[in-house]
């Protein structure tokens, strides 16, 4: 996920996220926060596997017989 997105994710949640900490309720903000974090580090997870599969099939070409 690039940078820019996950700012821009972050600017327009910060309003909402700000009013359930004012009214007591920070738990629920942060829990939200933690969930976002979550899927951005499991998608940057995905390609670090998917680039290490691939740089492991380069650097091991399968012989044909």
């Not at 009013?19 to 629920?28: D, E, N, T, V």
């Not at 933690?34 to 680039?51: D, R």
Request: charged share 20%; aromatic share 10%; glycine share 2%.
């Amino acid at each position: 996920m690039k940078l820019t997105h996950i700012l821009l994710v972050l600017i327009v949640c910060a309003w909402p996220l700000n009013y359930l900490y004012q009214r007591q309720l920070g738990a629920i903000s942060f829990l939200l926060l933690a969930i976002f974090f979550l899927m951005i580090s499991m998608k940057e997870m995905k390609k670090l596997k998917h680039a290490e599969k691939n740089d492991s099939e380069k650097a091991h070409p399968q012989k044909f017989k």
